[in-house]
């Protein structure tokens, strides 16, 4: 089978026994942190890429996208809703009525935000009723004043569905008393656990109950909006909040997620940008070790490079026996790199569980952060982008050992070997 010549002879320096065995190391060094640094590229992008789909679906998945907030409740919105549904754009809406304040059950104080939804709508834009661990989202409907608790709320009142809460809204009432907190009753009917932060900070109550315990008058304060790409919001609730101002011949406020939760979305991405800046500098001195290796072996084939070039090989051709063996080098540790890293990145979060269930660890506190385990979501993309990275790397780290072989000259190094 014909090969070219140039080819062969790369193969065949690579798979030689090497006389000086230092060379052969370095080699080895090179190939292995090539390893080691595209498997840990590959899983740390992997991490990251599961951080911004938990950010996606399960934090941007129960917040809003966008609302639209008016002055005082109101009961002839549904018209608005019906327009707003038939954009492409849009694939929900649904009423809202928000406030804050403190529940108190067995001792325990809980500061929450108190969202009044519609139960039978609150589908099309949250992901809540998908995620409800104990009763259903719609037995906020079976009875007056009751509510709704993330299982981090209840687990720190100490309470189940079927308790009751006190929720103080921190709206003082001038009384005989003095002036004293509103206090109201209210029975659990369910808990939701999306598995992150919002877990520990929301409770639902019905639509209507919210406006009464808030004091907002009858119907709904806001308007709730989910969009197909939720990277639309910010420019089309604009757009959307002038069209309705206008058609209700008064302004209106609103807002996007990219207020409440724009930063951490932004911190994700920077993060991944910067982590894949500096393990991209671990595989170029992976890299750039074959630089020493392929020195070395240029200085200890001398002889050989000027019998080659004597019987007619070209600089060239000299040039393209190193650049072989040094990208052989780079494409091993790369390929071993990728069949270490994509099973790691495919199985992070069971090893981590395992790991912490063993030792008795958690990496991630459910009550500091907005996760509760290690996220990894792998992208071929990233894979593709890491393989031609590392190779690419490599064949760069050729040039030079492979340009300074081909400017040896033959008759000063027969010379001196005679």
């Known amino acids: ?184 009753r209210l029975q659990v009917v369910g808990l939701f656990e999306v598995g992150a932060q919002l877990d520990n900070q929301l409770a639902f109550v019905e639509l209507s109950d919210a406006a009464r315990l808030f004091k907002l008058g009858k119907g709904a304060a806001a308007l709730r909006l989910q969009f197909d790409n939720l990277f639309d919001a910010p420019k089309l609730i604009r757009q959307i909040a002038q069209e309705v101002s206008t058609s209700l011949s008064r302004p209106i406020r609103y807002q996007d997620w990219t207020r409440t939760q724009g930063n951490l979305f932004e911190a994700i991405q920077l993060e991944k940008t910067m982590i894949a800046l500096l393990l991209t500098l671990i595989i170029a001195v992976a890299a750039f070790n074959i630089v020493s290796t392929l020195v070395m072996v240029v200085t200890d084939k001398r002889s050989d490079i000027a019998i080659l070039k004597t019987i007619g090989l070209p600089p060239s051709g000299v040039m393209s026996v190193f650049v072989v063996q040094g990208t052989l080098v780079g494409v091993i540790g790369t390929v071993f790199g990728v069949i270490l890293g994509v099973p790691l990145a495919l199985s992070i979060t069971e090893i981590l ?47 030079y050992p492979a340009l300074k072989a081909s400017r040896i000259v033959p008759a000063e190094v027969l010379n001196h070997e005679r």
């Open 353 to 399: 569980s395992f790991v912490e269930s063993v030792f008795g660890f958690y990496l991630f506190n459910p009550s500091a952060y907005f996760i509760s385990d290690l996220p990894s979501e792998l992208s071929w993309s990233d894979v593709g982008f890491v393989t031609a990275l590392s190779i690419g790397l490599s064949l760069l780290a050729t040039l």
């Open 1 to 184: 089978m014909f090969k070219p010549l140039t080819l062969c002879i790369g193969l065949r320096y690579t798979r030689a026994k090497r006389r000086n065995h230092f060379i052969s190391f370095i080699s080895a060094v090179s190939m292995a942190g090539l390893t080691l640094g595209v498997a840990v590229l590959i899983l740390v992008l992997s991490v990251l890429n599961g951080f911004d789909r938990e950010l996606r679906t399960r934090i941007l998945g129960t917040v809003p996208h966008a609302l639209l907030e008016f002055e005082n409740a109101r009961t002839d919105l549904d018209p608005i809703a019906k327009q707003l549904s038939s954009n492409r754009s849009i694939v929900g809406v649904a009423p809202l009525n928000q406030g804050e304040g403190l529940l108190v059950a067995n001792g325990r104080t809980v500061s929450v935000a108190v969202l009044g939804v519609d139960p039978e709508r609150e589908s099309k834009v949250s992901i809540l009723p998908e995620h409800m661990t104990e009763g259903e989202f719609t037995d906020l409907n079976a009875q007056r004043f009751s509510i709704i608790l993330g299982s981090g709320v209840a687990a720190n009142l100490g309470v189940i569905p079927g308790d009751q809460v006190t929720l103080l809204i921190p709206e003082a009432t001038l009384s005989l008393a003095g002036v004293t907190p509103r206090l109201k």
